[in-house]
């Protein structure tokens, strides 16, 4: 059974009601509640038709949901419903969904009066269609749901792995996204640039304009910049290049453009120390 409180039977069904397993009533919709005014509903007040058959609400099989009509006493005139019983196994509880079916001038003068509108054309299949599809895509959803923390959690322990190698290496890696946001470094690259702080704290920053604040490491300073810059526009795979510092040191850089089929999707930078190579 799909679960509806009784706030969103109100809203779908405004003429449904609710019943235990001793088939007393629980619970009964605005409209339908405004049709008896202050006089609730009791089982004994409905003639229920299943085929030919009419019996009354103790007599009648509801041990499985299925369409059903029946009609109800109101002000003097019978008005007949039509809809489904909706049994719940669990809890044994009945819920009717649908509305009064007629054309009947005098019955039409009862809801005027009461201030009741209805639909005469039965829309129980279309709601019930519409619940369960949305039923469904909130399975679907939760199930899509699942997957991204399951896929967030690898990734999580792909990453850890990831960085645990970085720091495993004895060179200086910088990866950064197509438009230079960085994507990984790690401590050695920020200790070879005197970047302080922890690694972790530089994800997602800006490199465009990083090399202007560490050319002043290298004996090169413009070289080192205009290097940068030129490798990046033209995508290319370079190893080994020497660059070299002002203390005395010796770097060789690796440039390694990464393509995400076809596309440009971001580069890798190597610095490695070769003074004493």
């Known amino acids: 059974m799909l679960r509806l409180n009784d706030e969103q039977l ?17 619970f009964v919709g605005n409209s339908l509640q405004n049709l008896l005014g202050e ?14 058959m009419h019996d009354t ?29 909706i049994r719940d196994n669990d809890s044994s509880e009945m819920v009717f969904l649908g509305g009064p079916i007629t054309t009947d001038p005098d ?11 209805f639909s005469e054309i039965d829309t129980t299949p ?22 991204l923390i399951g896929y967030h959690d690898e990734l999580i322990d792909t990453t850890a792995r990831m960085n645990s190698l ?4 004895d ?14 470094v790690n401590e050695l690259f920020c200790k070879l640039f005197n970047m302080p702080g922890s690694p972790k704290d530089y994800l997602g920053m800006d490199c465009s304009h990083a090399a202007e604040y560490s050319k002043s490491l290298f004996k090169d300073p413009e070289g080192f910049v205009n290097g940068i810059d030129s490798l990046i526009n033209k995508k290319e795979r370079v190893i080994g290049e020497l660059l070299y510092l002002n203390d005395g040191r010796v770097l060789e850089r690796d440039f390694i453009p ?20």
């Not at 609730?40 to 409905?46: H, K, P, Q, Y």
């Not at 990464?258 to 190579?277: C, I, M, N, R």
């Open 10 to 26: 109100n809203l779908l069904f405004p003429f449904s009601f609710r019943m235990d397993a001793e088939r007393n009533v629980l």
């Open 39 to 52: 006089r609730g509903l009791t089982s004994d007040e409905f003639t229920f038709f299943k085929g030919d």
């Open 57 to 85: 609400l103790s007599q009648i099989d509801l041990s499985e949901s299925s369409p059903i009509s029946f009609s109800i006493n109101i002000e003097g005139n019978v008005l007949p419903f039509k809809g489904m019983i």
């Open 107 to 117: 019955l039409l003068k009862v809801f005027e009066r009461n201030e009741v509108s």
């Open 126 to 147: 279309q709601l019930l269609a519409e619940i369960d599809r949305n039923h469904f895509v909130r399975k679907e959803m939760a199930e899509v749901a699942d997957k």
């Open 166 to 169: 970085l720091e495993s290496l």
């Open 171 to 184: 060179s200086a890696i910088l990866s950064e996204s197509h438009d230079r946001k960085i994507v990984i």
């Open 258 to 277: 990464v393509f995400d089929h076809g596309a440009y999707s971001g580069h890798t930078w190597k610095y490695q120390d070769v003074t004493e190579l």
